[in-house]
């Protein structure tokens, strides 16, 4: 199948040419036709999967006829959880769109200039890309116009919803016009984001595509036991010495930390840097320029803030610690193995934390493949269950890990007994600092325990 195929303006194919896109995912073969046909659509899908020119190509082919509408609001809306993504969405629509020379885009997040949002509504505007509490901000002060909108795009929609937007989003979408097109883009359809969708579409095409389906390469996943928070520092060290990573981003489970790994990183002498909500937004944008550019090699980041961070240079991901909902691994593990290329997802995990895994297990449907380190073989065993009946994958010195979308079967595979000997234990200040990273308290102490981003 081509792109043009599909129904896509011309002006826009060309801009896909000089992307490099030559043929379009699984979901942009399914969603793109459907939504230029002007139907509304429920997808289910991942990052990772192209979901993002599944929803702009049909959106831009759109803006690239003139519009019959009065007035200067938004023909376009997207909107989306985080600051990043919704960024990254605007850059992605900048990039398809490069020949829609008169396209007025505005991105409207938390954290950015309020005066230049303002700037960009008092004239005509093709296409917003916004958060729900921001975009609320214009509403009320009645800078946003909806009476010509022509496309609503709800994008992670079930993201918004954990992030607890869906008075927003509900206020938002009786603000649009009822003959609008809604296109609605999640991880799940199932639960209250499928009642809310069904609530604001009419006769929807769902679409569902499987979860291991991406348009980027392999992804080899293993995962690691560790006794306790020094053995997983171990692995780390380890890891980030053998791995041969270009650019690795490692997650952790709160802010605090986020700042403390970073520090101990810079300290080794990496150049790391952390990535979390309490950060001011000019203080993230420049933190994700140097991350793209190549100046930081290690991202230290908690879920929500690392969200849409599309690198394709990002060779390896280390969850150190692990995601607190089960979809947010494929998020995770979906910041590497970007625009065609390999990537390495590795997840440390304590033994006693062994039922989360099976969590993250039973939501992917598949195992991941357990490994050890030679050396660094965990002296706790997560107790016996449905998973160890084969052979250990292995990491590093032992095997090769598991293929994303391959299933396997995994073992016990541990080592010989060992105590683990005693890492200082840290705790990081909760707030972020103005002075950047390297200013985190290190003090000893316990690991903080802060909700994420
Ligand atoms: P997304 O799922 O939208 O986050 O996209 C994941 C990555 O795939 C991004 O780096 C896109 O630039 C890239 N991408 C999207 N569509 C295609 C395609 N048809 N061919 C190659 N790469 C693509």
Redesign the pocket.
């Known amino acids: 199948m081509h792109f043009s195929d599909l129904g896509i303006a011309p002006t826009i194919l060309r801009a896909l040419e000089t ?7 699984g979901v ?1 073969a399914e969603a793109i036709p459907a939504a230029i046909a002007g139907r509304d659509l429920l997808v289910s899908a991942q ?7 599944a929803f702009l190509l049909p959106a831009l082919t759109k803006l690239s006829e003139r519009s019959t509408g009065k007035g200067q609001g938004p023909r376009v809306l997207v909107l989306c959880p985080t600051r990043e993504l919704a960024q990254q969405v605007e850059k ?1 629509a900048l990039e398809y769109g490069k020949d829609l020379r008169w396209m007025k885009t505005a991105c409207l997040v938390g954290g950015a200039s309020f005066g230049y949002q303002t700037r960009a509504l008092s004239r005509p505007i093709d296409l917003i890309v916004a958060t729900p509490g921001r975009l609320m901000d214009h509403m009320r002060s009645g800078r946003i116009d909806f009476s010509r909108l022509e496309m609503l795009v709800l994008d992670e929609a079930d993201r918004m919803l954990d992030m607890g937007f869906i008075d927003d989003i509900e206020t938002i979408v009786k603000a649009t016009p009822e003959t609008r097109q809604t296109v609605l883009f999640s991880a799940t359809l199932d639960g209250t984001v499928g009642r809310m969708a069904e609530k604001m579409t009419r006769d929807p095409q769902r679409i569902e595509i499987a979860r291991t389906e991406t ?2 390469g392999t992804i080899e996943e293993h995962l690691l036991y560790a006794d306790d928070l020094n053995h997983k520092h171990r692995l780390l060290d380890h890891i980030l010495k053998e791995s041969g990573f270009d650019q690795c981003v490692i997650f952790s489970a709160t802010k605090a930390y986020t700042e403390e790994l970073a520090d101990k990183l810079s300290d080794q002498g990496y150049s790391a840097a952390c990535l979390h909500g309490d950060m001011p937004q000019s203080w993230r944008n420049r933190t994700l320029n140097d991350l793209r550019r190549g100046r930081i090699k290690i991202l230290v980041a908690t879920d929500v803030a690392a969200r849409g961070i ?1 690198v ?1 240079t990002i060779t390896h991901v280390v969850n150190f610690d692990l995601p607190k909902q089960a979809e947010d691994y494929i998020h995770r593990i979906g910041r590497t193995g ?3 290329r390999d990537g390495t997802a590795i997840t440390l995990a304590e033994s006693k934390e062994f039922h989360k895994v099976r969590r993250i297990e039973q939501y992917l449907k598949r195992q991941i493949t357990e490994g050890v380190i030679e050396g660094l073989e965990p002296t706790r065993r997560p107790p016996k269950g449905p998973r160890r009946n084969g052979k250990p994958g292995g990491y590093g010195a032992q095997g090769q890990g598991q293929r994303r979308g391959s299933s396997s079967s995994a073992g016990n595979g541990y080592g010989r007994e060992r105590r683990e000997g005693g890492y200082g234990r840290g705790t990081g200040s909760s707030s972020y600092d103005k002075r950047g990273p390297r200013s985190s308290s290190a003090s000893q102490g316990q690991r903080s325990t802060q909700r994420a981003d």
């Open positions: 992307a490099g896109y030559t043929s379009p995912t942009q990052t990772g999967s192209g979901k993002t020119a992605n348009s980027g599309d394709p970007r625009a065609g």
